[in-house]
C-alpha cells in the first residue's frame, strides 16, 4: 500500500510539472535519441519518468487498470498523442518479456507513420498484454449474430462495454480446459459427430456411475419427508444405515430444509464430519470452527486468493505445469504468478534450488512479495505424488520466508502406484520442526477421488496457524455469497463420512468405491504405456490423479505453420486431432510448460474399451499428423482455419 501511495505521489507530481517541460522534436528515421528540457536550467527528468513508466506499466500488466495514467506518462509533452520518441523510450525501459513481441514491432512501426492518439494506444495494450494466442471469438459471434437475427453487425464501437472497456484482467483470464479446443469439440457434438471428452476430470459425463450410498441419501434429505424418511414403506426401499443418515443430516439442516441458506461457513454438524475425518487422517486434532464448506476446491480458492491479494506487486509461487485455475484468479484478481518448474526427468519432482532460483529472481530482480506458494498433490495435470521429503522441502520454503502454503489435495484418494502414499501438507507441517509457525490452508472436494459429483460442487478448505482477525474477514467474505449450496454441503459430508463396517451399505459402497478404483489403475497403466509407444511422445507415469501429460515432438513445419496462425504448436495439433478423432484434449501450453516442450493433458476416465480405442486413434493422427503437411489437415479440416481466425 505504501508503495502505491508514494507512487500515486511521484506520478501526480510529474503530471503537474509536465506542462513546465518543452519536448524536443527530432525525426525518427535518424534514430537520434530526444531529450527533455525544462524552461528552467533544472537537471533532465528521463530517469523519474522511465521508473515511473515502469511502475504503472507493472500496474496496468498485474491489474489491467491505469491505462489512462500509462498514457499521460508516455505522453510526456502533453500533447494529447505519443511519439515514435515517446514509445521507443518506453520499450527500452520496460521489461522485454512483458510486452507481446508482434505488439512490440507494431507499435513503433504505427508511431514512424504518425502519433498515437488514445484510442489507438488502448487498443494497442490488448495486443501488447496479450497472455498467448488464447481464446478466438469466432463462436461467440456466431452465437451474438443468431441472437440479433439479421440485423447487421455491430461493430465494438457501438457498445459502450465492448473488449476496451471491460475489465482487461478478465480479458487477459486464461482456463485452456474450456477453451479453444473445447469450444470446437461442442460445436462439432451439435453436428453429430462422436466426441471423446478427455479434457476435464468430470467423470460421469464420460460414464462412471454414482455411488449409491451418496445418491439414496441425498434423495431422502431432499424428498418431503411424507414421501421418504417418515413414509410406512420407507424400510422397504431403503437400507436402514442409509434411513438412519438422512434422519441425522435433515435434523442437522433444520426444518427448513435443503432449500434454505445455511450458516455462512457451512453447517456445523457436517463440518464436525470434516474435522474428525482430518482428524483420522493426520493423527492431530482439526477443530470444525477452521473449517469452510465451499461450492467446491475452486471456489474455496478464490475465496483465500481474494482475501490475499493486496496490490500488483503481490505474486503467488505456482507449479509449472500447474492446474489453470490458479493463473485465472491470479490474473483476474490484479496479482503476479511466480512459476517453479517441475523436474519432469524426475518425474516432475520438486527441488529446494527450484524453488529459491524463482523467488529471488521475483523478490529482488522484480520488486515482488511472495505472498503464498501452491502445492498440488497428486499433481494435476502432471499426475505425480509428492512424498514426505517433497513436502518438508515445501514446507520449510515457506515457513522460512514467512509464506502462506496453499495445499490442492483434492486428489489424495486417486494414487494407484503401491509403494507411494498421500502425506498431507498439514501433517507434515506439524510434526517438522522449524514449521511450527507455517501458515497453511488446504483444500479438498467431492468432485475428484471415486466420488465425481463435479456437479453439486462440495468442497473444504481448513485453515492451520491463520491469523483470527484474517478468518473472521473470510468469514465476512462467505457471508457476502450467503452460504455454500447444500448439496455440495451434504456430499461433503457424505464423503468424510462414509458407510463404516457392519452397517447395511457396507459391502456395496467398499465393492462399486474399489470396481472405480481398479478401473482407474488400469487405464492410468495402459493409457501412459499406449502413449510411450507412439514414435515422438514421451509419457511420464501417472502414479495419481486422472491425467496424463505427454510431451510430443513436432516437426519443424508444424512448428512454423502454427506461429503463421497465431497459435501455439500444441493448439494447432490438437484442433487437429479433434477434427481426425473426435477426441478432446487441452493444449499443455494452458497448464504452462518449459519453453520449447509441445504436448497435452488428457484423462483417462472414459471407458476401458473406449480409452483403447482412444489409444489407437492416438497413434493414428500422429502418425497422419507427420506424414501430412498442415496445409493438408487445412485443406481437409478447413474449420480449424476459421476456429483460429
Known sequence: MLRSIKFAQSAGQLLQRKESRRFVSVDPKRGTEFIFSRLSDATKASPLIAKLQQECWDGYVATGRGCHTLFQLLDTDSSGAISWQEIRFFLENVRESDINPSARKEVLESAAEGVITFPKFQQWLIKA?????????????????????????????????????????????QYAVRGEVVIRADALAAEGKKIIYTNIGNPHAVGQKPLTYYRQVLALCDLPAEFGVENSQIASAFPADVV?????????????????????????????????????????????????????????????????????????MIPIP?????????????????????????????????????????????????????????????????????????????????????????????????????????????????????????????SKGFIGECGRRGGYMELHNIDPYVQTQLYKLASSGLCSGVDGQMMTSLMCRPPMPGEDSFELFTNEEFAIFDSLKRKAVSLVK????????????????????????????????????????????????????????????????????????????????????????????????????????????????????
Not at 256 to 269: E, F, K, L, V
Open 244 to 316: 438412519e443418515r438422512a434422519m441425522e443430516m435433515r435434523r442437522a439442516i433444520g426444518p427448513a430444509g435443503t432449500g434454505a441458506y445455511t450458516n455462512s461457513q457451512g453447517i456445523m454438524d457436517f463440518r464436525k464430519d470434516v474435522a474428525n475425518f482430518i482428524t483420522m487422517r493426520d493423527e492431530h486434532v482439526a477443530i470444525p470452527s477452521n473449517i469452510f464448506l465451499a461450492n467446491g476446491a475452486s471456489h474455496a480458492i478464490e475465496q483465500v486468493l481474494t482475501g490475499l491479494i493486496g496490490n500488483n506487486r503481490d505474486a503467488i
Open 322 to 446: 500447474q492446474y489453470p485455475i490458479y493463473s485465472a484468479i491470479i490474473s483476474r484478481l490484479g496479482a503476479r504468478q511466480v512459476g517453479y518448474y517441475l523436474d519432469e526427468d524426475s518425474g516432475w519432482a520438486i527441488t529446494e534450488r527450484e524453488l529459491e532460483l524463482r523467488r529471488t529472481a521475483a523478490v529482488e530482480r522484480d520488486g515482488l512479495d511472495i505472498r503464498a506458494l501452491t502445492l498440488i498433490n497428486p499433481g494435476n495435470p502432471t499426475g505425480q505424488v509428492l512424498s514426505r521429503d517433497d513436502l518438508e522441502i515445501i514446507c520449510k520454503f515457506c515457513a522460512k520466508y514467512d509464506i502462506l502454503l496453499l495445499a490442492d489435495e483434492v486428489y489424495q484418494r486417486n494414487i494407484y502406484d503401491e509403494n507411494k502414499e498421500f502425506v498431507s501438507a498439514k501433517k507434515v507441517a506439524i510434526e517438522t520442526p522449524g514449521c511450527e509457525n507455517l501458515q497453511l490452508i488446504s483444500f479438498h472436494s467431492t
Open 530 to 645: 499406449g502413449l510411450n509407444e507412439i514414435d515422438g511422445m514421451t509419457c511420464a507415469p501417472s502414479d495419481g490423479a486422472m491425467y496424463a501429460f505427454p510431451k510430443v515432438e513436432l516437426p519443424p513445419k508444424a512448428i512454423d505453420e502454427a506461429t503463421r496462425l497465431d497459435v501455439t504448436p500444441d493448439t494447432l495439433y490438437a484442433l487437429s486431432l479433434l477434427e481426425e478423432t473426435g477426441i478432446c484434449v487441452v493444449p499443455a501450453s494452458g497448464f504452462g510448460q518449459k519453453e520449447g516442450r509441445i504436448g497435452f493433458r488428457t484423462t483417462f476416465l472414459p471407458p476401458e474399451d473406449e480409452l483403447d480405442r482412444a489409444i489407437v486413434e492416438f497413434k493414428r493422427h500422429h502418425e497422419l499428423f507427420f506424414k501430412n503437411t498442415p496445409s493438408d489437415a487445412l485443406k481437409k479440416y478447413p474449420s480449424i482455419a476459421i476456429a483460429m481466425a
Open 129 to 173: 498484454t496479450k497472455v498467448d494466442q488464447g481464446l478466438k471469438n469466432s463462436y461467440a459471434m456466431e452465437n451474438y449474430q443468431a441472437s440479433i437475427g439479421n440485423a447487421p453487425k455491430s461493430a465494438d464501437s457501438e457498445h459502450s462495454w465492448n473488449k476496451h472497456t471491460m475489465s482487461q484482467s478478465l480479458r487477459r483470464m
